[in-house]
């Protein structure tokens, strides 16, 4: 990892947890997450879709179904996965389907890929947690695809997107969002 110092792909110690988010352009994802006390790595990669070993030109064309994704691996003990998903839900805007922005296409929907039951369990609750708040706003239902990360396979995207806004750090970050809070949840 070119922030990090940390490898990509593991392994990791006992007791970090891994989320994939996919909430845009991973670029500008990337650069939100690294940032976070208690992230031990991040990547950018393409998950969601039905074609083995896709290349970002094929993921771009939208035949392939993948989006495209981060990998968060972090340290629960520091960065609570309540907070991690603080930040998913207000970095970007959940009801636009499969756009970001000006960014349109199937790789640019929002998807969580869990990788335990309190993951679900807590994407599921901050998630209607967040529907409430934008509904009450006037915004559409979140149209954000929700599945185990285990019925997908995450591809690690190509060098050049790794850390990407690191090594070019006026490069391009697209993220709508709705400019509203999710609130603490019990």
Not at 30 to 42: C, F, K, N, Q
């Amino acid at each position: 990892h070119a922030v990090l110092g940390s490898s990509l792909t593991g392994p990791w110690a006992a007791g970090t947890d891994r989320i994939y988010l996919a909430m845009g352009c991973f670029w500008g994802a990337e650069e939100i997450y690294w940032r976070l006390p208690g992230v031990l790595s991040t990547s950018a990669g393409y998950m969601g879709g039905i074609s083995p070993n896709p290349t970002y030109e094929e993921v771009c064309t939208g035949r392939t179904g993948h989006t495209e994704a981060i990998s968060v691996t972090y340290d629960p003990a520091v960065l609570s996965t309540y907070e991690l998903l603080k930040v998913f839900w207000e970095n970007h805007d959940p009801t636009q389907g499969y756009q970001q922005g000006n960014d349109v296409g199937t790789q640019y929907r929002s998807a969580i890929f869990y990788t335990n039951d309190e993951q679900r369990d807590l994407i599921e609750r901050t998630r209607d947690a967040y529907a409430k708040v934008i509904s009450d706003r006037g915004y559409p239902a979140i149209t954000t695809q929700i599945g185990p990360a285990a019925e997908q396979i995450y591809f690690l995207a190509e060098d050049y997107h790794q850390q990407y806004l690191y090594k070019i750090p006026n490069g391009y970050r697209c993220h709508a969002n709705t400019g509203l809070a999710l609130p603490a949840i019990s």
